[in-house]
Structure formats: structure tokens, C-alpha cells
């Protein structure tokens, strides 16, 4: 079945960049996708990216897509202590679309001072 | 305003009594879920619907019981739970089913004693 991967903590400065990483296995997927969740809180979509796409930018954040390597990146740019949260890759697979996400174990992003 | 409610947010029962964990959406959405996150294993999606009158079992079905009879909502139901079924339960309901932009409820906590 599918797999998602991503370590599971990422220490950074205040205002450093953050760079979050996930490996993927279904090469059949057509949608790939950031989700944050805050303390306390549900998850909250971030940003997306198609698999026929390799980079996409939105303000600070910018996804990048290696589908030859099965690698998706989220970047922070200036991170700042509101951006403290676990970051949760995803996937969905194109196979009919009864399954669902498929969610890495997440990245909890921790902001030093 | 667009949003997925679950309820209750908190709940500690004892084991063995029944109960239920409802979710509803108010964006006339296809799809829901129900996940549950543990430390560790991240977000494992319990069973989903893809439509009125239609569930599946998804990844960690076993214990739980659903039903979809309208649009809007969406129960988890356990029967007999146990203490392995303490977790956070997430809702979840997106537009259809192979186009992920998913909103989630904020969270039920159960603790099962």
C-alpha cells in the first residue's frame, strides 16, 4: 500500500528557513499536500501541489516536487514562532479516490529564540 | 462560515460503554472520515463514506462502527470501547472523494478507562 515518510523534528532559529521533508512511494499520485496543525487544533490545509508540477510558491512557503525520487519539501522562508506546529505530508491516490489521504506521521517543527 | 464540528471535544468513559462521537459539515461535501492520531503513528484513517448510504473501512475499522444516512453527518460509534480506542478522533470531509482539499473538525479526545 501506499507509504509516507518525514522525520519526526525539525529544530530551527526565528528567522532561519525551515525545510520539511517527505518521501512518498505511489507514483500513481495526483495530489500532494501540506497540512498544519496547531496545538490543540484540527488540521488545516497549507498548500498543494499536482504531480505534474515541480515547484510551487505561495508567500513564504514553496513546495517543491522530485517525482523521479518520490520527494516532496515544504520551505518556510523567515520562520516565526507562529509557524511552531506538526506539518503533515499527504498524499491521495488516483486509483478511483476511494481510499483517501494518506498521511505521513508528521513533523514537528520547533522554533528557537 | 465553512466548517466541520465534532462533538463532544473532550470525553472520558469507562470500558465496555457505548458511544458516540458525532460530525457534521454544513458544505454539502461528499466525502468524510474519521482518523485517529496517536504519538508516534500519526493519522490513521478509520473508515470513510463516499457518499449517503455508502462506507468503507479504511486502515483501523476494527471496534468502530459508522453510518452515513444524510449528507451532513457523519457518526463514529463504538460499541464496547476499550482502553486501546483511547485516541484523538479527527472528522474529516472534503468536496468528493479523489480531490483532497480536506477540512477537519477540531478534535474529539476520548480517554477510555
Known amino acids: 500500500g501506499e507509504d509516507v515518510e518525514q522525520s519526526l523534528f525539525l529544530s530551527v532559529r526565528e528567522g532561519d528557513s525551515s525545510v520539511i521533508n517527505c518521501t512518498y512511494t505511489d507514483s500513481s499520485s495526483t495530489y500532494l499536500y501540506w497540512y498544519k496543525q496547531e496545538p490543540g487544533a484540527g488540521l488545516q490545509l497549507l498548500t498543494y501541489?499536482?504531480?505534474?508540477?515541480d515547484m510551487k510558491q505561495d508567500q513564504r512557503l514553496t513546495v517543491l516536487l522530485n517525482k523521479k525520487d518520490k520527494h516532496l519539501s515544504l520551505r518556510i522562508a523567515d520562520t516565526q514562532t507562529g509557524d511552531s506546529a506538526i506539518y503533515f505530508c499527504a498524499e491521495v491516490y488516483s486509483g478511483g479516490g476511494a481510499d483517501g489521504l494518506t498521511f505521513g506521521k508528521g513533523t514537528h517543527l520547533i522554533i528557537q529564540p | 462560515e465553512a466548517q466541520v464540528t465534532q462533538n463532544p471535544r473532550y470525553l472520558i468513559t469507562v470500558t465496555g460503554k457505548k458511544l458516540t462521537v458525532t460530525c457534521s459539515q454544513n458544505m454539502n461535501h461528499e466525502y468524510m472520515s474519521w482518523y485517529r492520531q496517536d504519538p508516534g503513528l500519526g493519522l490513521r484513517q478509520i473508515y470513510y463514506s463516499m457518499n449517503v448510504e455508502v462506507t468503507d473501512k479504511g486502515d483501523v475499522p476494527e471496534g468502530y462502527k459508522v453510518s452515513r444516512k444524510e449528507k451532513r453527518n457523519f457518526p463514529l460509534i463504538l460499541e464496547s470501547p476499550s482502553p486501546n480506542q483511547t485516541s484523538l478522533y479527527f472528522c474529516a470531509s472534503s468536496l468528493t472523494g479523489d480531490t483532497f482539499e480536506a477540512f477537519f473538525g477540531q478534535g474529539t479526545r476520548l480517554t477510555v478507562v
Open positions: 501541489i499536482f504531480s505534474n508540477m
